[in-house]
């Protein structure tokens, strides 16, 4: 009698990062993508504060409405947290509960300095403690590959590799209303308090693969990207 031979073959996929079900957000949808073991909106909020008990300061760079379609809105620190007006020149640190949802979807909140560093670090594969985190590297993988100005002939653009496709969203200030480095630069809030006046911001740039972190004044406008819960 003839014998059967079956052949079975296991294929395992190892995934990464990829794109999920939109979330919606003040009346716009937001695609969603797995880092790790994030996950994070595909891009930069564009939305219009509307709750009055709460500082609600946010522009397009220049004020022109094409540039919130494309880079999403700037805040200032108290307006992405959801705080009053005064946070940003007193310490509110006993009003910050993490996870801080601020302006983000339900279900979503404003990262702090460690989801960011676990964005970095899994984006360059390095390991370490050593807070706060900058990469020489991660910049290359999370900016998009597109919209990034050129430096020294240069494109300024990254790989995107794992679709976070971070843009030049520049910033402004809320005191004088110029605006600063779009094209060149993106910077974005992070949920961690450091004095009354400043508070952690992230940013990458159009010379360099790096990612940095600084202290700055509550009262600059910049993105917010939001990671979930």
Known sequence: ??????????FVFACSSGSHNPVTHGGEDYETVVIGKQTWLKRNLNYVPTDTGVATNSRCYE?????????GRLYDWA???ALPDNCNKASCASQIKPPHKGICPAGWHIPTNADWEKLFRYADG???TDSPYKSGIAGKYLKAADGWNDYNGVS???EDKFGFSALPSGTSYLE???FYNAGNSGYWWSASEINSINAFRRGMYYDSDSTSYYSYGKTL???VRCVRN
Do not use: E, P, Q, R
């Open 63 to 71: 004020d022109k409405s094409d540039n919130c379609d494309k880079y």
């Open 176 to 178: 004088d209303g110029n």
């Open 79 to 81: 307006t992405a947290m």
């Open 126 to 128: 390095s390991s370490g």
């Open 1 to 10: 009698m003839a014998k059967l031979i079956y052949a079975v073959s296991f």
């Open 156 to 158: 300024g653009n990254g």
């Open 221 to 223: 406008l910049l993105s």
